[in-house]
């Protein structure tokens, strides 16, 4: 057996405060939990918004669709093509207002974690210094 005294080579190790390693790891924890609230709101007002672009447009469309339906009625290309043309730069409006959404949501989660990634930095360079 050996007389190798183990305590000796553990008191060189240096000895590390864990605490401010949690309250740090707590934070992270906490900031994409934040992160994910804010993404997850700006999801569902996408959705919701989506929904009520869908009911309108469609309440549009059975509404244009009785109008062309009348029997009797002449077609009226300019008429129509009107309505097309109308439609079509309707949904590229909805659909830039549906990207500016989602855009805001995910903006304000990243910055969450931007935020948090710098306090982090800082904290790091602090607690270098301090073991210093």
Known sequence: MSNFDFSKLFSTIPQVDVKPLLAAQQKNVDAFVKAGTVLSEGMQTVLKR????????????IAAAKDASVVGKDLDLKKSYALVQTATEKAAADTREIIDIATSASTKAFEVLRARGDEAAAEFKSLIKTAA
């Open 50 to 61: 989506q929904v009520e672009l869908v009911q309108a447009n469609v309440a549009a469309s």
